[in-house]
């Protein structure tokens, strides 16, 4: 019988980010890394700081042997889904209803009218002088 693939999306996977929760996605596949952390080569920062992204370039430029490549097999956990492959959590798209409240609400913000405020009181002070002076 098949082994079931479990599907992740990206969000997902970049919310494993901490050494007691570790994930890493290379080349697509999910990897939860936490237990091996202690033992990688090359420290556990490494594998941290490849979590929340796709990390396959940097595994690539690591020259990982063909036995590393075996064991990570013990670690695969899933896929990304081929929907959410390129979504990065980053460049996420507001709707309508989602939309950020400071740029709707800008206009209330004292300052946003505190310089043209200042710029008026000026001009009519200097009209005011200039009349009186006559």
Known sequence: MPTLTRLYSMQEAAKHTTREDCW??????VYDVTKYLDDH???DDVLISATGRDSAEDFEDAGHSKTARELMKDYCIGEIHES???VIPELEIFTKEEEPSNYTSMF???TFWAFPAAILALSVIAAAIRLRRG
């Open 108 to 110: 209330n913000h004292p």
């Open 24 to 29: 890493v996605v290379i080349d697509g596949k």
């Open 84 to 86: 959410c492959a390129n």
């Open 41 to 43: 080569p090359g420290g």
